[in-house]
């Protein structure tokens, strides 16, 4: 699985323009932050420095990248409004762009929803998955430069998405916001972001452990607040997969944060029962049976993603039953009877014939990179530990198993 892994990342690097590095590197939020985490495990596993340095430099073009006005927009700059010296020293304090193909609709154009998918703006479900990413390099290098950026990152993009709804006398987030935040491109809100902010934002917070000398103004206090609000109504079930993966990454962060004294337990107990319904439910479509043309790899590795971090949960709910109710354990041995899946996905997408087909072609780099991350999945499942290479203060995600608003006709947003 390391060797498949390596593989693609290597190719990846050098498909993006990363390294060797070009003058127009093509960097994709989502994509990247899952592809920082896969070089962070590689580096890890072989104590090998170039994966440390292309994680460092994946980074690095990111900020300079998405943290930046697009070459067809007559702005220049940090997006965040910050000089040139400021924004190198808080690159994400504006949020950072998706990295779509078309540039952001005007305030005043015309609502596309099919051109929509292709422009450019932020969201704030690949926001978060970038924070995770900042906390696991801050982690492993012992850099608090990076989990300074995830917090700058998590105030900008909570201040920008958050808004009040007057009718439903409620606070939420909007799905998509221009690239200065300044207005909301899709007003609608996403079902799973609260979770994500909430989830992360704790995860953020035991990072910071870290690193004592960040002190206010980092707190997420007041983020936490709000996002534990949002939470509170609503079901959390989907037929997605990669939704159902989301679902699954929640739990397996919220009870690894639990166990380290974060106030999530009962989110974790709440997220692990959405996600057993949500499982059940999705396979009793027979989704999996349907030709590689039809299926998009992409969400279907969300989910074997999110499966690979049972064992964790596995494990955890075991060796601490004080914390883990006999029902929170039943529910989540039930969820280990379904890893099966995410053996059966990766065989399928992992064959050549099926990578052929245009549903894999059109959405290349993601499809590669995520089923890199389902192969080697410990840094993108993991929460604070130890740092450097070889170390961690829990059993890896996916250790010891023996696997033996969105549809299937989604783009990736």
């Given amino acids: 699985m390391t060797n498949a892994a390596r593989e693609i990342m290597l190719e990846f690097a050098d498909r993006t323009g990363l390294s060797p590095a070009t003058h127009n590197p093509h960097r994709y939020l989502w ?32 900020h300079h990248v998405l943290g930046r006005h697009r070459d067809d927009d007559a702005r220049s700059g940090w997006i965040s409004g910050l000089s040139d010296a400021e924004g190198e020293e808080h690159p994400t304090a504006g949020g950072l762009r998706i990295g779509k193909r078309f540039n952001e609709r ?24 970038w924070m995770h990413a900042l906390c696991r390099a801050a982690i492993v290098f012992e850099e608090e430069e990076y989990c300074r950026w995830a917090v700058e990152l998590a ?27 300044s207005y909301p491109l899709v007003a609608a809100s996403g079902m799973h972001d609260p979770l994500d902010a909430l989830v ?8 910071l452990r870290h690193f004592p000398e960040l002190t206010w103004p980092y707190s997420l206090d007041t983020e936490i607040t709000e996002a534990e609000a949002m939470i509170e109504v609503g ?37 692990v029962i959405a996600s057993l319904n949500s499982l059940e439910t999705y396979l009793r479509q027979n989704s999996l049976r349907v030709p590689a043309e039809f299926r998009l790899a992409f969400r279907e ?25 006999a029902t929170l354990r039943e529910e989540i041995n039930a969820l280990g009877r379904h890893v099966v899946h995410a053996h059966t996905i990766e065989d399928f997408w992992r064959e050549p014939r099926n990578q052929r087909v245009r549903s894999w072609q059109d959405h290349h780099d993601i499809n590669d990179v995520m089923l890199a991350t389902s192969l080697l999945p410990d840094e993108f499942l993991a929460v604070a530990s130890e740092s450097g290479p070889g170390a961690r203060s829990m059993p890896p995600p996916g250790a010891g198993l023996d696997t033996g608003p969105r549809n299937t006709s989604a783009k990736p947003a």
């Fill in 301 to 325: 590795l969300g989910m074997t993603i999110g499966l690979r971090g049972v064992q964790t949960m596995m494990q955890i709910a075991e060796h601490h039953s004080a914390l883990c109710s």
């Fill in 200 to 207: 992360t934002y704790h995860e953020i917070e035991d990072c």
């Fill in 235 to 271: 079901r959390w079930e989907t037929n997605d997969a990669l939704g159902i993966g989301g679902l699954l990454f929640d739990a397996c962060r919220a009870l690894q944060l639990a166990v380290r004294g974060r106030e999530l337990l009962l989110t974790a107990k709440r997220l």
């Fill in 155 to 181: 105030k900008a993009t909570h201040a920008g998405f958050h808004t009040a709804d007057f009718v439903a006398r409620q606070k939420r987030l909007h799905w998509k916001m221009s690239i200065d935040l």
């Fill in 106 to 129: 005007a305030i005043d154009d015309a609502f596309d929803e099919h051109l929509e998918w292709e422009r450019d703006g932020q969201y704030f479900h690949y926001s978060t998955k």
């Fill in 31 to 62: 994509t990247d932050a899952f592809a920082v985490c896969n070089f962070l495990s590689l580096y890890r596993l072989s104590g090998d420095e170039h994966f440390k340095a292309l994680a460092i430099k994946l980074i690095d073009q990111v």
